[in-house]
């Protein structure tokens, strides 16, 4: 990856693309400090103190905003509005024909798609910015000052909520335009970067409890930096696994010449979902602990009841590792669609060997897609338990080491080296003539 960017920064084009998205990111870490008015940061740190480890949609968002999150500043909604808007529009193109021919429509049905996340993004960062408030308003740490009313105060904080994630989309776009690519995913990258400083810093505090006296993080500590390492390296394996269906397509003949007669193949990657279950998942088993945020008063029955869904909890657990896996399937289900690709190859006189084309080809492809979704799902379900099963077996749960935040990191850098790699490539590439 480093020899990529050195070989990147030495071409002057690529070079201004590498600083420009540099700028953006750099924008967006001050954009993630400045906080919103009207608020008493004295009593907004002393609610937030307990954020990171309760298990509730806002650990969860102010780990994708970078701490931004924790301290309701211009970003703290993240890029979590616009995630959300991406896949609700991507579910939506399955079940409602007209977003359907708009995916089908190339470029400009590309660009109308585009325009509706947008409005969508804007409406759920109000609506998101609304719930967000409504916290800070149950926790006391409003400061209003004199000659501003409540309504007017709520209206402004919301607001600057909403124009901050407007912002940060706007960012993304620009590092799309005018740097290396994959905005959103970089801004995404930047944001959970920023939080390995916690990390060390919680490492730093576990071997000083280790020389005051507490022996077992003599091991615990090296432990984790082990298992940090093995889940980036199977991540990044897993991440160019793929399972290749061979391809023969037929000969023809079209006046004097032959066509056809190739060999080829159909590349289905393990992890057809990427991180979608797992955020799926997250966002469903959050829901509980963050009604208790937004509701302290809840005691008894229905606290007991909450307190089950606790990352701490096994229950959590278990129930994260089937959500994880169901949701893998259903993502799979709408987006490949065995008969299509069946048909597809037969139109294109492409056949499987030893498969019969038609329903067998289609079978055995939903067979393959079948049992590619298992491995990846299990996959993804190993490494989003891992942090919540060592954090319970040695007592460790404070760390903000999670499966997510590793697979997004680790593959917005794959991402990205591709990216720099093939934009290197067409740079060098001869023409016939030389």
């Known amino acids: 990856m480093f020899k990529t960017i050195r070989n990147a920064w030495q071409l002057p084009d690529l070079r201004k693309k590498l600083l420009f998205t540099l700028l953006i990111i750099i924008v967006f870490r001050i954009g993630s400090v400045i906080p919103v008015p009207f608020l008493d940061t004295t009593a907004l740190a002393s609610a937030m103190g307990d954020l990171t480890n309760n298990g509730s949609m806002f650990a969860y968002l102010n780990t994708m905003s970078g701490g931004a999150f924790s301290n309701a500043t211009l970003f703290a909604m993240g890029v979590t509005p616009y995630i959300n808007s991406s896949i609700i529009i991507q579910l939506l193109t399955v079940a409602i024909p007209p977003l359907e021919r708009l995916a089908k429509e190339g470029e400009e049905g590309r660009k109308k798609l585009a325009t509706i996340t947008r409005y969508v993004t804007v409406a759920l960062g109000l609506i998101q910015g609304f719930a967000y408030f409504m916290f800070l308003k149950q926790s006391n740490v409003l400061d209003y000052k004199t000659g501003f009313d409540f309504f007017f105060g709520a209206a402004v904080i919301i607001l600057v909520f909403t124009a901050g994630t407007a912002l940060m989309m706007w960012l993304g776009e620009q590092i799309n335009q005018h740097g290396i690519g994959n905005g959103i995913s970089i801004l995404l990258f930047a944001g959970i970067i920023a939080r390995f400083p916690v990390i060390v810093a919680e490492l730093a505090n576990y071997w000083s409890m280790a020389m005051s006296g507490s022996t077992q993080y003599f091991a615990l500590v090296p432990l984790f930096v082990v298992i940090f390492l093995a889940v980036i390296w199977v991540i990044t394996f897993m991440q160019d696994s793929e399972r290749r269906i061979p391809i023969q397509y037929a000969k023809r003949v079209v006046g004097r010449k032959m066509y056809g007669g190739q060999s080829s193949h159909l590349p289905i990657k393990l992890g ?37 869904f606790s990352s701490s909890s096994w229950v959590y657990a278990v129930l994260y590792f089937i959500l994880i896996i169901m949701f893998a399937y259903f993502y799979t289900s709408i987006q490949y669609n065995p008969i299509e690709m069946s048909n597809n190859l037969r139109q294109n006189n492409g056949t499987i060997p030893g498969i019969r084309p038609g329903k067998p080809t289609s079978d055995f492809i939903a067979k393959i ?29 404070s760390m903000s080491l999670g499966g997510t935040s590793i697979i997004i990191v680790v593959g917005v850098c794959l991402d990205t080296v591709k990216q720099m790699e093939s934009q290197m490539m067409m740079r060098h590439y001869k023409g016939f003539l030389d």
Do not use: D
């Open 369 to 397: 897609l079948s049992r590619i979704t298992l491995i990846g799902a299990l996959f993804l379900a190993v490494i989003a338990l891992v942090p919540i099963i060592y954090g319970k077996l040695t007592g460790m749960s």
């Open 272 to 308: 057809l979902g990427g991180v979608l279950p797992i955020i799926f998942a997250s966002s469903i088993l959050s829901i509980p602990s963050t009604i208790k945020l937004i509701f302290p008063g809840i005691t008894g029955f229905w606290n007991s009841f909450i307190e089950l």
